[in-house]
């Protein structure tokens, strides 16, 4: 079964950079991975996914432009770049994974529910100070 470490939060001041750090391991195969965002009280948000292969790429408006995901197989680690950072990216980010469909370099983009994959980090926390 595929588990996922997050690690790379903290406390930074607005328009700074973190990079958060997703540690993979048991993962055969092609996966979709992505990284979401909770706040309390709202729902878990999609803000940037990939294919663990060669494929697109989605980011929600509120990052596009600011944030870069990344997945290094020889490190067997997902990342997220985050520049430019805002009081409103405070958070809590979770890592998530699941089995690629077929075309997943295609498909995983459209995977931005919560309930669509199967393995999560417990998460890491953002605090974005003005």
């Known amino acids: 079964q595929v588990q996922l470490v997050e690690s790379g939060g903290g406390s930074v001041q607005a328009g700074g950079s973190l990079t958060l750090a997703c540690a993979i391991t048991?993962?055969?195969?092609?996966?979709?991975m992505g990284w979401f965002r909770q706040t309390l009280g709202k729902e878990r948000e999609a803000i940037a996914i990939?294919?663990?292969?060669?494929?697109?790429?989605y980011y929600a408006d509120s990052v596009k432009g600011r944030f870069t995901i990344s997945h290094d197989a020889a490190e067997r680690t997902l990342y997220l770049q985050m520049n430019s950072l805002k009081p409103e990216d405070t958070a809590m980010y979770y890592c998530?994974?699941?089995?690629?469909?077929?075309?997943?370099?295609?498909?995983?983009?459209?995977?931005?529910?919560?309930?669509?994959?199967?393995?999560w980090g417990q998460g890491t926390q953002v605090t974005v100070s003005s």
């Open positions: 998530a994974a699941d089995p690629a469909p077929y075309g997943g370099n295609y498909l995983c983009v459209r995977k931005k529910v919560q309930s669509e994959y199967s393995a």
């Open positions: 048991y993962m055969n195969g092609r996966y979709c």
């Open positions: 990939t294919y663990t292969g060669e494929g697109n790429t």
